[in-house]
């Protein structure tokens, strides 16, 4: 089967740094990305892993191992705007198995 | 730029009713999805269009469930003889693709339709 495991909750403080890890199973692997999900709102795009390594973007970056079937998204200097759900999601399968796999998602919880 | 629009943002509607979701994506991403999300869970597959060819179809949709995309610009999800385990809310989202590069890129998704099945 394919699978994606993260952590179901975080918290933390503003100002702080947290890790989302995000570990998978999948049969094929093409690539590694995350998703902010607020409240009744639509998921967003932060990043994507296509090889292994840290990719930057502002206060968040990304990181894939593919030798380890791993990935995390580290946020630095956290805000209260932070707090919302974050995914992983991976485009697995072979041939033409096209979805992507979405992890169950982590509840990040920024306090003052 | 406008986003992706999706319409109705709520539907209620006793079980057993057909109900049309419609989606607008942003005007010149080549490809649609649509997919399902229930309350602590990841969105989940449903299906994918590039332009207006419906390329892949998740087992979950069954066949009370079908998509179009007939010009290759907005697109519709019916559900038919709705259950209450239709009870979800409907995302839909589109990216620009060119060549392989298809999955790097971002999906940029609508505020979704909520379905409430009574």
């Known amino acids: 089967g394919q699978s994606l495991e993260q952590p179901s909750e975080v918290t933390a403080v503003e100002g702080a740094i947290v890790q989302i890890n995000c570990t998978y199973q999948?049969?094929?692997?093409?690539?590694l990305s995350w998703y902010q999900q607020h409240d009744g709102g639509a998921p967003t795009f932060l990043s994507y892993n296509g090889l292994d390594g840290l990719e930057e973007t502002g206060r968040f970056s990304s990181f894939l191992s593919r030798s380890d079937s791993y990935g995390y998204l580290l946020l630095q200097e956290l805000q209260m705007k932070d707090s919302a759900s974050y995914f992983c999601?991976?485009?697995?399968?072979?041939?033409?198995?096209?979805?992507?796999?979405w992890g169950l998602g982590t509840s990040l919880a920024v306090n003052p | 730029d406008t986003g992706v629009s999706q319409d109705p943002r709520h539907k209620i509607t006793k079980r057993g009713q057909n109900v049309t979701f419609r989606c607008d994506p942003i005007?010149?991403?080549?490809?649609l999805y649509w997919y399902r999300q229930t309350l602590g869970q990841g969105p989940e597959f449903l299906t994918y269009?590039?332009?207006?060819?419906?390329?892949?179809k998740s087992r979950l949709l069954s066949d009370r469930f079908s998509a179009e995309r007939p010009k290759g610009s907005f697109s519709t999800l019916e559900i038919q003889r709705t259950e209450q385990g239709d009870s979800a809310m409907y995302l839909c989202?589109?990216?620009?693709?060119?060549?392989?590069?298809?999955?790097?890129?971002?999906?940029?998704f609508g505020d979704g339709t909520r379905l409430s099945i009574l």
């Open positions: 005007s010149e991403h080549n490809r």
């Open positions: 989202a589109s990216s620009l693709v060119r060549g392989q590069q298809g999955w790097s890129q971002p999906q940029h």
């Open positions: 269009f590039q332009n207006e060819a419906q390329l892949e």
């Open positions: 999948t049969s094929g692997f093409y690539g």
């Open positions: 999601a991976v485009r697995g399968g072979g041939g033409n198995n096209r979805k992507l796999i």
